[in-house]
């Protein structure tokens, strides 16, 4: 088992009037009635590249490969002021993502307790294709990340942002030519993004679920499930004064280096019966070995409340096709409850789908149809190893983390 307690730097310094913020902080996203901003969320329909303007050229200045390493990377350029589009009175905070299957963006500003997405944008690139095998990232990869990031440098200099992180995660941790690729980000598209570790993965991801927490629970095993690994962390709620700085109750945390692209690379996407599906699960159960060797979760879990929390693309698809969506509504999937038996029933149901069923399925479709099985996989090795009755989804994570973060740090909610 991991110690919780990160190297120095990686958490920011103890702020009662911060933590009290973040505990109370919501966020509202434009696809909610009361919300009047125009992006689109979180699906492949959100892929506007025809209505965007031209990309501007990349500013010249250019610095060594070994700066896209953390910590203390992140140092924007300057460049040539761009005029805002709107008139606002706060200033606009930006999110990106860039994983082993998904860019995404996030636009915000903040408000009272909270902040609002103004903007967003999210595509299936698969970067981290092919990885697995040769270690490298495939020019054809590439390319799909570059194009999807010149959308989002677009909508960056379009609303105006002020204060942005853009973060890259395991597909560029491990490639063998990572830097160099975001080199050449750098170069076409002008954005800077970093390569986060592990650890900082894991604790944004804390961060921007924090809202979803059942804090009468005893404590939480939340995870991503990403393209290329996978974050579990224990929270302990317990134990020790309760803090609205979610990230202060982390007990334990580990990071798999398998996520749906490399777990369905290995052992097959298409053609998924319960013969495969048991082997994904045993290569999963595998590398959960280490986890909590002293058997400490184990013990808390039969002592006391828990709750899983949920943040993927594999649990949001559970969670669309248990309502039974027609078309994908994070506003009816973002918070919803599963019980055991209805995440056993669903996986169960996609398990004995033909591909071309997935497709058919709504809340799955072409871009995720050879993925979600070893999604559920992942889902089903730590449901098998740490049991819990109850698991709530979250179509939230990694990026509202760095809004919450920036935010936080700039004293947004204390004004």
């Known amino acids: 088992m991991r110690a919780a307690a990160p190297p120095g730097g990686d958490l920011p310094a103890r702020d009662p009037v911060r933590e009290s913020a973040r505990d109370s902080a919501t966020v509202r996203y434009p696809d909610e009635p009361a ?31 070994e700066r896209h390493v953390e910590p203390g990377h ?36 903040p408000q009272r307790h909270g902040f609002r997405v103004v903007d967003a944008f999210s595509r299936i690139v698969r970067l981290g294709e092919g990885i697995s095998h040769s270690g490298r990232l495939s020019e054809a990869a590439q390319d799909r990340a570059l194009e999807a990031l010149r959308i989002c440098r677009a909508k960056l200099d379009l609303r105006g942002v002020e204060r942005a992180r853009l973060v890259a995660t395991e597909a560029c941790r491990i490639a063998d030519n990572g830097s160099h690729f975001l ?91 319960e013969t495969v599906f048991e082997a994904m699960v045993d290569h999963v159960d595998d590398l959960l070995e280490t986890f909590d060797q002293n058997g400490e979760l184990e013990r808390a879990l039969g002592e006391g409340r828990f709750h899983m929390l949920g943040t993927s693309g594999t649990v949001t698809t559970l969670a669309g096709v248990h309502l039974g969506l027609k078309r994908y509504d994070r506003r009816r999937v973002d918070g919803t409850w599963l019980d055991d038996d209805d995440v056993s029933r669903m996986i169960d149901h996609l398990v004995g789908l033909s591909f071309d069923e997935r497709v058919a399925n709504p809340c799955i479709g072409s871009d995720r149809a050879d993925l979600v099985l070893a999604g559920c996989a992942i889902l089903e090795a730590i449901r098998r190893r740490w049991p819990c009755r109850r698991l709530r989804v979250a179509d939230r994570g990694l990026r509202e983390g760095i809004l919450t973060e920036l935010m936080a740090a700039d004293g947004m909610w204390r004004r």
Not at 44 to 61: F, K, R, V
Not at 203 to 211: D, E, H, I, P, Q
Request: charged content about 25%.
């Open 35 to 65: 919300n009047l901003g125009l992006g689109l969320l979180d699906r492949p329909a959100d892929d506007e590249a025809g209505l965007l303007p031209p990309i501007p050229t990349a500013p010249p200045h250019h610095h060594p490969v």
């Open 183 to 273: 080199e050449r980000v750098y170069e076409e598209t002008g954005l800077e993004l970093e390569i986060v570790s592990r650890e900082t993965e894991a604790r944004l991801a804390v961060a921007g679920c924090a809202s979803l927490v059942d804090w009468q629970s005893d404590g939480v095993i939340l995870f991503d499930i990403g393209g290329g690994s996978s974050e579990l962390v224990w929270l302990d709620l317990a134990r020790g004064e309760r803090t609205g700085d979610l990230t202060r109750h982390i007990r334990a945390w580990t990071s798999l280096p398998v996520g749906v692209v490399t777990l369905s690379e290995r052992h097959g996407g298409v053609f998924v019966d």
């Open 74 to 109: 992140h140092h924007p350029h300057e460049r040539a002021p761009v005029p805002r589009r709107m008139h606002r009175y706060l200033p606009l905070y930006a999110a990106l993502d860039l994983g082993t299957n998904n860019c995404r963006l996030l636009v915000a500003e």
